[in-house]
C-alpha cells in the first residue's frame, strides 16, 4: 500500500507564495508519474499539475501556467509544488496524487484522471485572502 502524504498548506494573502511537499512512501517512486489536484468548496476536483517519472515533462492548467512549479525529487520520494501569486481563486483542498501506471500524468491535462491504481494524499488546505 502506498501512502502519500501532503504538507505545506497554509493561509496567505494575495501575491503571496506557499510551497507544497508530497511524501511517497514507495522505494520505486521513479516509475510513478505524480501530481496536484484541487478541490474547492462545491466545486469539482480539477487537475493543477503533472510531472512525468524522470521529472523532465511537466504539465499544467491554464490557470496555474506561469505561477505554480511543480519539481521532485525521486531520491527523497518527494514532489513539490511551488505556488507564486496566489489569489482567492486559489483557494482550495490540494491533493497529492502518484500514479504506478501513468508514467507521465500528461493525459491530466487533458481531462482525463489518474488510473484506479492510483494513491491519493489526504489533501492540505490552501487559504487565500484578498
Known amino acids: 500500500q502506498v501512502v502519500v502524504t501532503e504538507s505545506g498548506g497554509g493561509s496567505v494573502q494575495a501575491g503571496g507564495s506557499l510551497r507544497l511537499s508530497c511524501v511517497v512512501s514507495?522505494?520505486?517512486?521513479?516509475?510513478?508519474?505524480m501530481g496536484w489536484f484541487r478541490q474547492a468548496p462545491g466545486k469539482e476536483r480539477e487537475f493543477v499539475a503533472a510531472?512525468?517519472?524522470?521529472?523532465?515533462?511537466?504539465y499544467y492548467a491554464d490557470s496555474v501556467m506561469d505561477r505554480f512549479a511543480i519539481s521532485r525529487d525521486n531520491s527523497k520520494n518527494t514532489a513539490y509544488l511551488q505556488m507564486n501569486s496566489l489569489t482567492p481563486a486559489d483557494t482550495a483542498v490540494y491533493y497529492c496524487?502518484?500514479?504506478?501506471?501513468?508514467?507521465?500524468?500528461?493525459?491530466?491535462?487533458?481531462?482525463?484522471?489518474?488510473?484506479?491504481?492510483?494513491?491519493w494524499g489526504q489533501g492540505t488546505q490552501v487559504t487565500v485572502s484578498s
Open positions: 496524487v502518484a500514479d504506478p501506471f501513468d508514467r507521465y500524468g500528461n493525459r491530466w491535462s487533458r481531462g482525463d484522471r489518474p488510473t484506479t491504481g492510483a494513491s
Open positions: 510531472v512525468s517519472w524522470t521529472g523532465m515533462n511537466l
Open positions: 514507495e522505494y520505486d517512486l521513479k516509475t510513478f508519474a
